[in-house]
């Protein structure tokens, strides 16, 4: 069993910004080798990708969030961060972290809410 606790999330005007964090225990050694990624889904839609960093630190962000949103890592402290800058209103969602172990676990997700 692999345990994920996602941290950071809040209330926030538009045009702030967050961080995320996203710490991994129990089973798993070391994150050192497994894709992370952070997801999202808000009310009455379905969970989307919002970004995502591989075992060698390459990263895929949603077009939605490309130049706003960094995803980084610190296999060390088996953390993975999401820097949020410029929020907007339809960032609002609650946001989940994943690890693509076989099989991928999740964490219990932490909400983001940007007032406008």
């Known amino acids: 069993q692999v345990q994920l606790v996602e941290s950071g999330g809040g209330l926030v005007q538009a045009g702030g910004s967050l961080r995320l964090s996203c710490v991994a225990s129990?089973?798993?050694?070391?994150?050192?080798?497994?894709?992370m990624g952070w997801y999202r889904q808000a009310p009455g839609k379905q969970r989307e990708l919002v970004a995502t960093?591989?075992?060698?630190?390459?990263?895929n962000y949603a077009d939605s969030v490309k130049g706003r949103f960094t995803i980084s890592r610190d296999n060390a402290k088996k953390t993975v961060y999401l820097q949020m800058n410029s929020l907007k209103p339809e960032d609002t969602a609650v946001y989940y972290c994943?690890?693509?172990?076989?099989?991928?676990?999740w964490g219990q997700g932490t909400q983001v809410t940007v007032s406008s």
């Open positions: 129990g089973n798993i050694f070391s994150i050192s080798i497994n894709t």
């Open positions: 994943s690890i693509a172990t076989i099989p991928p676990y």
């Open positions: 960093i591989s075992s060698g630190s390459s990263t």
